[in-house]
């Protein structure tokens, strides 16, 4: 039946609860294969499983901390028997991952790169807040959870900048405040319970309010969707106004599936973590406007093009990105669906506007509407001409008022043979 929802998205207008639930079961089966028959868990020890950057590259060995994250999110988003044991493993995974990589290399040499690789990720913000983030949806049943998550959370918290905030590095001695980092954080530790400190609020948002906060508008709509998050009733005016702004520079570039890359340095290397700004975008409109603005067509139409992609063979990409699948996106795509779904759940207004589009959209495309507006005109058309001819003034004015009311039918006609054809 799910499947059926996602292959009949044409027949929406915005997404309900069935079809958010169904896409992330989409997402949830793609990840199952992955987990399963995917080579970068070869070599792992037992009870260990990992994934990597690639969702549909079955034969590519890369795992990590993004990828890794994005599976614990996805499974967690889905629970049940067999997800909460494939969380183990993951968990697992996350736990140990610094002690059996480097056993895992070929040779010494590659086992010095993996220990250096892993020291260089052991403090990346990016990294580190994405998995805290993970970790927090994991039910507290999940062994190990609560020890890594608390490990990771102290060693995020140690990094804090005396300013407020934090830089790309978790080395407060060596980083400078960076606010997508910050953002990272800040949402991260909101989902694992922590309330967020007014100091690191406030470092945010004062540099959202800068004018070097406007230099990168993805980065941007990130950083004001982790305030809306936590901090939505103090600075309301403020998100609106910003949602305004965006809005109005971006809404061209709404038309197709597009991310931002953002780079930063850790060490003497180059690194970057992708921003897929749109889905964010959605997710501020969503908590800034959810009964009204976001039921428009402006943000329904990306989020069922991507329910429809997910579930084709081809899947959901980035043209700009190349045409593999991945496994960080899908996972924030599921989570941005766990979101819509809770939302609708919980709020009777916001799920009486949904229901009543697509209640309006299947009437628009089911045969019934089209007999009804036909005969309609038909019957004006007749009643109008009969009076007419058994009027004894026969004046043309008389005809005007119902003629128009057949041309409104038929013009109500053209405009539903016109969403149909959407």
Known sequence: MKSELLRTTRRYRCIDEDLADATMSAIR??????????????????????????????GFEQRG??????????????PDPDGVR????????????????????????EAIEVSR??????????????????????????????????????????????????????????????????AHVLRALSAAAIPAKESDVEALVRHLRSASGEENPYGRIFALTVVATIRLR??????????????????????S????????????????VRIPWQLYLIELTLRLFPSTKFFSFLWQQPLLAAAKLIESPAGFTYPSSGDAQSTR??????????LISVSLANAPRMRAVGT????????AHSRLANVVLWLAAAVIVGYTSATWVLSSRHTATELAPNFIATAVVVLIQVALARIRRQ
């Open 86 to 109: 494939k969380l183990q493993a993951l968990v697992d995974y996350l736990r140990h991952r610094e002690t059996i990589e480097p056993d895992l290399a070929a040779d010494p040499e």
């Open 356 to 363: 009543t589009i697509n209640t309006a959209t299947q009437l």
């Open 257 to 272: 599936p597009a991310e931002a890359n953002y780079e930063y340095t850790a060490g003497r290397r180059q690194y970057y």
């Open 117 to 182: 690789r892993i020291a260089v990720e052991r403090l990346d913000t990016f990294k580190s807040a994405d998995v805290v983030f993970a970790l927090s949806r994991v039910p507290v049943t999940v062994l190990g959870r609560d020890t890594h998550l608390q490990e990771l959370i102290g060693r995020i918290e140690a990094a804090r900048l005396s300013g407020g905030g934090w830089g790309t590095r978790l080395d407060n001695s060596a980083s400078s405040f960076d606010p997508l980092a910050t």
């Open 329 to 338: 996106t899908h996972g924030i795509i599921c989570e941005l669906m766990r």
């Open 234 to 255: 103090t600075h309301r005016a403020f998100l609106k106004e910003e949602h305004r702004r965006l809005v109005a520079a971006l809404r061209t570039q709404m038309s």
């Open 65 to 78: 901390l993004f990828g890794t994250a994005a599976a614990v999110l996805v499974l967690s988003c889905t």
């Open 29 to 58: 089966a793609r990840f199952d294969l992955l987990l399963e028959s995917g080579a970068q868990i070869r070599g792992l020890p037992h009870g260990m499983i990992a994934a990597g950057q690639y969702l549909d590259r079955f």
